[in-house]
């Protein structure tokens, strides 16, 4: 791998990034060079975007009972923790 291609790991973390359009032309020029030869990467990419379109159709109604206030506990625990 040449120091200007893109590893999978650094595909990952900029995966977000990507998605909403945040990466300068040279960072989004890098990593979509990597998904033209890393079909693993593509699927992982694929799996974020369906995320994403299924999650912003969920509403708080689609929770099954009880699920709201076991998620807001986890929230609250999930920030005491240092």
Do not use: N
Not at 1 to 20: I, N
Not at 33 to 44: F, I, Q, T
């Amino acid at each position: 791998m040449s120091a200007t291609e893109l590893s999978c790991r650094e595909l990952v973390e900029l995966a977000s990034d990507y998605v909403e359009r945040r990466l300068p032309l040279a960072e989004r020029t890098r990593f979509e060079m990597h998904l033209c030869y890393c079909a693993p990467c593509r699927v992982y990419l694929d799996q974020i975007r369906a995320t994403i379109a299924t999650a912003g159709r969920l509403t708080e109604d689609d929770l099954p009972a009880g699920s709201r206030e076991t998620l807001l506990a986890a929230f609250r625990e999930w920030k005491k923790t240092p």
